[in-house]
């Protein structure tokens, strides 16, 4: 047979096998799926009592460590009535309305529901659910802290806000493919179960990382059809659409931070080794800073123990050696002219509220976008209890063409013992072109 009708022969056999998931995907859901499978096949627990205080307590404890509110708020609307937008590579997505608003909201469930929703994906209104939503994190979480989590949301005030539909090409807007992505990529666990040959600190931190924190859906490469790495890697990547990049958080990545760097960067939004911005900032201010210090420095503990792994390649445009040279002799005179006077002339920052820029870890990591993101938009670390009065950096992109933010961001990548790659004036005019 010759290599062309094997090729023919190979795409006809793909043709069939996506048809007959997405088929299959339909038949599958349109018998109750998933939903009806576990519904059978795990026993219902009784409901809790959803009006318990300390239960209502803990739960919006859990729910602000998980940084719900963040994704189910738009802008001043209220809080978690959902229809924050989400640019993605399959189109555009909406989270939803999660208040007890029996139409809108989650008021029809029980608990029962909302810990199929948390543990496998699978929501008695929308069948399956895409993996922009971490379930794929939350399948870790307890059936306690579920039912904790749904009693607080059900102690909220309805909001009557109608669910903004989805803006996705075919077939990605056709729930039922989502079977064929559940097959290759998300198996149901059970909940997490504590490792007895770590401590106590490294068991709790690890639950919240992986879970509840879901920290790897910014601080992790995708695999093929945004499916998210299965050990939970934590080597860095590209959080999609928002042309920011999630430093590596592993022994390598946080090599010069200790737990206690770690615990106040997540609680105060600023440490002596960094600060949060961009996305970071956010996760901040709206989850971080609640954390308990027991919790933010479980968080550290888990994190310094995390092993390195390789991170994957950003996508960045090439830059040759003479023009790495040309652009850090131009950027060393822009920073003396528009940096050193917070920054210091060595990169080492001034105690917290000029963070080093030297050994900084988000300076120096693989994807070049945080620099030039910062340079460009400026940043403000966020308002904390421990940081009330936080320090901004004002925007430079106004003034600065594509060449100097380029060339300011090659000089501090490289300067001060840092030995990160070039930036590209074609870079910045990318970046540059992405919303807040």
Not at 28 to 54: C, H, Y
Not at 358 to 370: F, H, K, P, R, Y
Request: with cysteine; glycine share 12%; hydrophobic share 40%.
């Amino acid at each position: 047979m010759s290599k062309q009708k094997v090729r023919i022969a190979l795409s006809a056999i793909g043709i069939v096998v996506v048809v007959a998931l997405v088929v299959g995907g339909w038949l599958f859901q349109r018998q109750g799926g998933l939903a009806t499978i576990f519904a059978s096949a795990v026993p219902s627990e009784p409901e809790p009592n959803l009006q318990d205080p300390a239960l209502i307590a803990r739960g919006k404890y859990l729910a602000l460590a998980g940084d719900c509110v963040a994704c189910h708020t738009e802008g001043s609307g209220q809080k978690y009535a959902g229809g924050l937008e989400f640019a993605t590579p399959f189109g555009t997505m909406y989270s939803t309305n999660i208040t007890p608003d029996p139409k809108e909201g989650i008021g029809s469930w029980n608990a029962n529901d909302f810990w199929r929703v948390i543990h496998y994906g699978v929501s008695p209104k929308h069948g399956f659910l895409y993996p922009a939503y971490p379930f794929t994190n939350f399948n870790n979480l307890s059936r306690q802290d579920s039912d904790a989590i749904f009693a607080y949301l059900k102690s909220l005030p309805p909001s009557n806000r109608p669910n903004t539909e989805n803006k996705m090409p075919f077939p990605f807007s056709f729930r039922p493919i989502l079977l064929g992505w559940r097959l290759l990529f998300f198996k149901a666990g059970a909940p997490y179960q504590e490792d007895a040959s770590q401590s106590a600190a490294w068991n709790r931190g690890k639950y919240l990382v992986d879970g509840l924190g879901h920290c790897n859906m910014c601080h992790s490469g995708r695999g093929p059809f945004a499916s998210l790495p299965a050990s939970m890697d934590l080597s860095g990547g590209e959080v999609v659409g928002q042309g920011w990049y999630g430093p590596a958080l592993n022994k390598e990545g946080l090599a010069d931070w200790n737990v206690e760097d770690i615990s106040k960067l997540l609680r105060d939004g600023v440490s002596p080794k960094g600060a949060a911005y961009g996305p970071m900032a956010d996760a901040v201010f709206h989850s971080l800073q609640f954390l308990t210090p027991e919790d933010a420095s479980a968080i550290g503990t888990y994190l310094k123990a995390v092993p390195t792994r390789e991170a994957p390649e950003p996508t960045q445009f090439a830059v040759t050696e003479d023009q790495a040279k040309a652009l850090y002799s131009e950027g060393s005179e822009l920073y003396a002219s528009h940096c050193a006077q917070c920054h210091q002339p060595q990169g080492q920052g001034y105690a917290t509220d000029y963070p080093p820029l030297a050994g900084n870890g988000s300076v120096t990591a693989e994807g070049d976008m945080n620099v030039v993101r910062v340079i460009l938009v400026g940043g403000v670390a966020p308002v904390t209890g421990g940081n009330a009065r936080p320090f901004g950096m004002p925007p430079f992109g106004q003034r600065l063409t594509d060449r100097q933010v380029a060339a300011l961001a090659t000089f501090v990548r490289g300067a001060w013992g840092n030995k990160a790659s070039a930036v590209s004036p074609e870079e910045v005019q990318k970046l540059r072109g992405i919303p807040l």
